[in-house]
């Protein structure tokens, strides 16, 4: 019985694997077909895809609300920033391995008093934990640069890479496409790693955490610990999503992660859909191209892009975007698959009602 | 006793009063939601900041400041009623996230669409009463009509609200919407009425504290009312979440605590003083420093 399972669940695992991997090589061959500017847009998707998993992870599988995400991606930015001020030459692997293990353990600083807490307290003592980065951040000016913050250009193009193009612009184009190609590549990996969890004892336990605490003690299953292991996931990943993002940009400021980006990694996940990985996914390429969504927006309803108004379209859009899934398709644009199935399907029996809906 | 009052510990007092009393006033109207609805609601200072900007830029017009303030008030209460009924009254029964979600959602719109309409640069709306700190037998006492004005505004407010749910029968009404909404109804109060002043009195209490801070030294302007907000937040936790004095008790804490960091270590961390103070009170008493112990149900 116990091999039984144990092969049902290898059958599994490599599906996944052949899932992200497929997506994975359809972003690399979709990354030679983009212009660089729209390059350089799909590597922040992807960085901020992976936070958006993170933060998938924590609220969609543990129930657990974080308003904090941001500051974890600005702990990981900034552990970037300085070790490539140092150690500019060291291979990449180690940057972002540290930038998880820095934003994993911030996370869990943060875990040990709030997972005594829960819904609404946890979402402000978290926001509370983003909001106090950047006062952190302009004290200690020699390590984290103060207001002007940290410049640095780790990402180097290889040579073989670089081979590839030609032109007048063939410099640019490769670092733009080096870039996105490495983002994806992370990001699939780690789409790969949730997977797998999702599946896993722990991503069992969790969910029994989230929907009956009580129940999930009684099987023996144990609570501050499963709690603070979901935060202190989705701080390593937001964590290694800031890493990215501060490598794709270059630099990492207080201001690069203000209060209004965790907003944004909150309406990017419900759009896409709470605790799934095709959410995640949608999230990030939501907010890869949202600039030329909102763009295009403006100039169907005549807005002047450099108004007040135009300039505030992306905030007012995302906003009712967040309020009006919240309140008509909690599951988000993940959700609609599945619900159009159910749809077709109860022509012909009744389907049993979801939950949340 | 002019010495001691031109202090520098009695300076640090006033000024850390004259900003704990708005923290006090947003953790107040936070209380009042919470208890009736069990809604934190994130908008509460993006709600705020909007009405007093209704309000107080029609001095602009040539509106008296006194007609603004009550302008702004009115307008808060109105704006608190709509967002219960068009936004939260749905989400009743739901799992907490998608209230949660919802008000920051609003924040969101609230935040960009005031940039859209009134732009982002600050705005000094000018105060009828003088902002200069007073001086006595030739010392600063860090107290001026302007922030005298503050304290007593927020004192006549908080006595206003505690009496209303004190002796009223509107308030009685109200505490038992909050307390036990099935019985209520049973006895004839119309709970979803009630559920809508709880959040119009709510917002017309933040409105006050974002008419204060758009009065005062900082100004006017759309994200005013951030910072303020998580430390109202911190605030109304270190009270207990269901304790309306322990809320304003929890702001005035915040108030000193940021004003002795500022003073005595150093200026960019004084907004760490509430999370410190959060943080030694979730410690050491989790359910808050005012609060009955009540075990969460199943």
């Given amino acids: ?357 | 006793m002019s010495q001691f009052l031109s202090s520098p510990i009695m300076h640090n007092i006033f000024a850390g009063l004259a900003q704990g009393v708005i923290y006090s006033l947003v953790a107040l109207s936070l209380v009042i939601i919470w208890q009736s609805t069990h809604v934190l609601n994130f908008a509460q200072g993006a709600m705020a900041m909007f009405a007093s900007y209704v309000g107080m830029t029609e001095i602009d017009r040539g509106l008296n400041y006194w007609l603004c303030l009550v302008l702004s008030i009115f307008v808060g209460l109105l704006f608190g009623g709509f967002t219960e009924r068009v936004l939260i009254r749905p989400l009743y029964g739901k799992p907490e996230i998608n209230a949660i979600v919802v008000t920051v959602g609003f924040l969101g719109v609230l935040e960009a669409v005031a940039q859209a309409v009134w732009t982002s640069t600050t705005r000094n709306i000018a105060t009828p009463l003088s902002q200069i700190y007073f001086h006595n037998q030739g010392r600063l006492v860090l107290l001026s009509p302007f922030v005298i004005f503050q304290f007593a505004l927020a004192i006549v407010i908080m006595l206003f609200v505690a009496g209303l749910f004190r002796f009223t029968d509107l308030g009685l009404q109200l505490r038992a919407s909050a307390l036990a909404p099935e019985v209520a109804r049973l006895l004839g109060v119309r709970v979803n009425r009630m559920l809508t002043i709880g959040w119009m009195l709510s917002a017309a209490v933040g409105t006050v504290a974002a008419t204060i801070v758009a009065s005062g030294s900082f100004g006017l302007y759309p994200s005013d009312m951030d910072g303020i907000l998580i430390a109202g937040f911190i605030a109304a936790v270190v009270g207990g979440l269901e304790s309306p004095v322990g809320a304003v008790i929890g702001g005035l804490l915040i108030g000193l605590a940021e004003q002795f960091i500022l003073s005595y270590w150093s200026a960019d961390l004084a907004p760490l003083g509430g999370i410190i103070l959060l943080v030694v009170v979730l410690m050491l008493r989790p359910q808050g420093l005012f609060t009955k112990s009540v075990s969460r149900r199943v």
């Fill in chain 1, 1 to 357: 019985m116990k091999r039984l399972a144990l092969f049902a669940n290898q059958g599994a695992t490599s599906s996944r694997l052949v899932g992200v991997l497929l997506l994975t090589l359809l972003t690399l061959a979709i990354t030679f077909v983009l212009p660089p500017v729209a390059d350089s847009q799909l590597a922040s998707g992807a960085a901020i895809s992976i936070v958006v998993l993170g933060l998938s992870w924590l609220i969609g599988w543990s129930g657990q609300i974080s308003l904090g995400n941001s500051g974890f991606m600005a702990v990981g930015a900034y552990a970037t920033g300085i070790w490539a001020h140092h150690h500019a030459s060291s291979p990449i692997i180690f940057t972002f391995v540290l930038a998880m293990a820095v934003g994993a353990f911030s996370g869990l600083i943060i875990a040990i008093p709030s997972t005594r807490l829960r819904g609404p307290y946890l979402a402000g003592m978290t926001l509370a934990f983003s909001a106090a980065i950047a006062p952190l951040a302009q004290n200690y000016t020699s390590i984290t640069g103060g207001e002007g913050g940290l410049f640095f250009n780790t990402l180097t193009t290889p040579h073989w890479f670089l081979n590839l193009f030609s032109g007048q612009n063939a410099t640019i184009d490769a670092n733009a496409q080096w870039t996105a190609d490495l983002a994806v590549v992370v990001a699939g990996v780690t789409f790969f790693f949730m997977a797998n969890l999702f599946h896993s004892h722990t991503g069992r336990a969790m969910r029994l955490v989230r929907d009956n605490d009580v129940a999930a003690e009684l099987v023996g299953v144990n609570l501050p610990r499963t709690r603070t292991l979901a935060f202190v996931v989705a701080a390593a990943f937001a964590g290694l999503g800031g890493s990215l993002y501060a490598l794709i940009n270059a630099t990492v400021t207080p201001s690069t992660f203000p209060l209004t980006l965790s907003i944004t990694l909150l309406t990017l996940m419900v759009l896409g859909g709470i605790g799934t990985l095709s959410g995640a996914v949608i999230g990030g390429i939501i907010y890869a191209f949202s600039s030329n969504l909102v763009g295009h927006i403006n100039s169907l309803t005549g807005i002047n892009p450099t108004s007040n108004l135009g300039a505030n379209m992306q905030g007012i859009i995302f906003g009712i975007l967040l309020i009006l899934t919240m309140l008509f398709t909690p599951r988000g644009i993940a959700g609609l698959g599945p619900r159009f199935g159910r749809l077709v399907a109860n022509r012909r029996r009744v389907a049993p009602l979801a939950t949340g809906e």
